[in-house]
């Protein structure tokens, strides 16, 4: 079932216009962005199973209400700014989780959430102040996990707004310089289907299928032809054992992007599952001649070697991984594994002990933490 929905009476400031009402005395008449995307929830999904649906940025009336005792809105917009973020940071004391999800509601009262859950916040609250924020995808960090044979897709997500002309952006991603050089702002609509697609992903992460299969229906109506939300459905089928409607997926997803890695690795695997060997074969030689700078690729490639029993591969690919961005902590998790399967347990343990300075909620280094002290243990009573 879906996640139970916040529905608040009255939002305001819409993702891209503030409306100006003349009749009378002038005064704001703010667009409503969330009734806006439940319209198009409505269109796309229909009635019944849009009036289930979340609008990740909307806040409720209590919420609302704190937020207007709290913050005294400045007269320009840069003082305005610093006034939200001082109320997320300080006043709520927003603390960093890599996951669940979270919508604007759920983050302020759990205090916490991942990069998502606070932009989700930001634009909800930035909003109220007469801000007018927006969802922007970092194009050169998109994120992908590797389960079961297969790459889901996660886009990374940061708060956009221009303030007294200029462009700024807004992150919580505490672990990571803010060293991006790629940026796509992106409607609401979009990011409503980037958060459906985090919760399809982090299902599939959690083995959590038949919500994964749910979720990620949700954001490919929401948003069609949203490649990243193609994969994960792609990928749900495929784990259910629905191959062909994977591949037929999975071809709609290459349409919007022929050159998606994570597509065409997970059709490699397809094929092979339905035993279609020529076909996989054909599609990895597309994967060779494309031109890879993700780092995620190459720790996917990595756990491919490892799986397939050739850690020495598998240490190489990691390696072009922590070439291409040393500071992700997927990176040095990557090259604990490796080190592991090797034997050398300093090494595994200097990688995790950085995943964890780079991220401590890091579940898989956590678990590797846990094993190296277990193995640790072991060989001081041998």
């Not at 190489?316 to 040095?332: N, Q, T, Y």
Request: aromatic share 10%.
């Amino acid at each position: 079932m879906l996640r139970p929905t916040f529905r608040p009476r009255h939002f305001l400031i819409g993702a891209f216009a503030i409306v100006v009402v003349t009749a009378g005395c002038a005064e704001f008449e703010p667009f409503d962005s969330s009734a806006f995307l439940r319209d198009i929830y409505e269109q796309n999904l229909g009635a019944e199973q849009a009036a289930q649906l979340e609008v990740p940025f909307e806040l409720d009336a209590e919420i609302r209400d704190f937020v207007a005792e709290s913050i005294r809105p400045a007269q320009d917009e840069e003082r305005r700014t610093e006034q939200v973020q001082h109320f997320i940071f300080d006043q709520l004391g927003l603390q960093y989780s890599l996951s669940p999800t979270f919508d604007a509601t759920e983050t302020y009262y759990g205090r916490r959430g991942n990069c998502l859950s606070f932009v989700n916040l930001f634009v909800g609250i930035a909003r109220e102040l007469r801000l007018n924020p927006f969802y922007v995808e970092v194009t050169d960090l998109n994120r992908w996990n590797y389960r079961n044979g297969m790459v889901v897709s996660q886009g990374h997500i940061v708060a956009g707004m221009r303030v007294d002309g200029k462009l700024q952006t807004f992150d919580f991603l505490p672990y990571r310089p803010k060293s991006y050089k790629e940026f796509k702002p992106i409607d609401d609509v979009t990011a409503a289907a980037h958060f459906y697609n985090n919760l399809a992903a982090e299902s599939l992460i959690n083995d959590d299928v038949d919500s994964a299969l749910e979720f990620a229906q949700v954001a490919t109506k929401i948003a069609p032809g949203f490649d990243k939300a193609l994969n994960n459905l792609g990928v749900t089928l495929a784990r259910l054992g629905r191959i062909e409607e994977a591949l037929d997926v999975y071809r709609d997803g290459l349409e919007m992007d022929p050159q998606n890695i994570a597509i065409l690795s997970n059709m490699v695997r397809a094929y092979q599952q339905a035993g279609r060997n020529q076909d996989a074969q054909e599609v990895l030689s597309q994967l060779g001649g494309l031109r890879h700078t993700n780092p995620f690729f190459f720790i996917y490639q990595g756990e491919l070697a490892l799986a397939s029993g050739d850690p020495e591969r598998a240490l190489e690919s990691m390696k072009k991984a922590f070439r291409r961005d040393s500071e992700l902590p997927e990176v040095h998790v990557g090259l604990a594994k490796v080190y592991l399967a090797l034997g050398e347990l300093e090494s595994a343990r200097h990688h995790v002990g950085r995943a964890l300075k780079l991220d401590a909620t890091h579940v898989e280094a956590l678990k590797l933490a846990t094993l190296l002290q277990d193995r640790a243990a072991v060989l001081g009573e041998q």
